[in-house]
């Protein structure tokens, strides 16, 4: 009964390439966010969905897309992967889109390492 | 949006009390104070939220001044299981604030 949870767990992949994460939440929450950590723990909020809309877009690559078909799920992927790319990526959810004031639950995260 | 700062690391041992301030000199009205726990390879878990003054629930304590420039999250008599990244987040209670979580707190507790 995962309540959020996130595949793969770990992508080892070549420069250049593409790959997607999903991410699914049973909570019944209707934002959900991509994160991204890297090696020195910085944790930084990539992209938010409240309701299939998209409501944070931070400021990374455009290789970087967000897609949600329904609230329930938040996929990532990635065009033209590159070694910068490499950290710990990490999915959450709340109830609602009230990002400070909200409870936020993250999945287990998945290991991204470009060779 | 308000920056935080916290200190990179800190040692307890088992039994003792921990206190780990944030400070976060230019937080706004709307801001709420959060604080997540991340044990390795795991995601960050919500330990406790305010806004001001204090709050307590089962695990932790926050105290939050008047001026709200600072939190302190204390822990009472820590466990070797408590070692963990301790993160200070402030941010708005409205839809599309960015989050930013920083580089928290690496807290080992020793025995």
């Known amino acids: 009964d995962t309540a959020v949870s996130q595949t793969p767990k770990y992508l080892v992949t070549q420069m250049g390439n593409d790959k997607s994460i999903k991410c699914e939440q049973n909570?019944?929450?209707?934002?959900m966010y991509w994160y991204k950590q890297d090696s020195k723990k910085f944790l930084k909020i990539m992209f938010s969905?409240?309701?299939?809309?998209?409501?944070i877009n931070e400021t990374v690559p455009n290789r970087f897309s967000p897609k949600s078909p329904d609230k329930a799920h938040l996929n990532l992927h990635i065009n033209s992967l590159e070694l910068g790319d490499s950290a710990v990526y990490f999915c959450?959810?709340?109830?609602?889109?009230?990002?400070?004031?909200?409870?936020?639950?993250f999945g287990p995260g998945t290991r991204l390492t470009v060779l | 949006l308000a920056k935080t700062t916290q200190p990179i690391s800190m040692d307890s041992y088992e039994g003792q009390e921990v206190n780990i301030t944030c400070s976060h000199n230019?937080?706004?009205?709307?801001?709420?104070i959060t604080w997540y726990q991340q044990f390795p390879s795991q995601g960050p878990r919500f330990i406790i939220q305010?806004?001001?003054t204090k709050v307590t629930n089962e695990v932790a304590s926050l105290f939050i001044p008047a001026d709200r420039k600072s939190s302190t999250l204390s822990l009472p008599r820590v466990s070797l299981s408590d070692t963990a990244v301790y993160y200070c987040?402030?941010?708005?209670?409205?839809?599309?604030?960015?989050?930013?979580f920083g580089k928290g707190t690496t807290l080992s507790v020793s025995s």
């Open positions: 959450a959810s709340s109830q609602s889109g009230l990002a400070g004031g909200d409870t936020q639950y």
């Open positions: 909570l019944g929450h209707d934002t």
């Open positions: 969905y409240n309701n299939k809309e998209l409501i």
């Open positions: 230019n937080i706004a009205t709307n801001d709420y």
């Open positions: 305010g806004y001001k």
């Open positions: 987040l402030v941010a708005q209670g409205q839809a599309g604030t960015a989050l930013i």
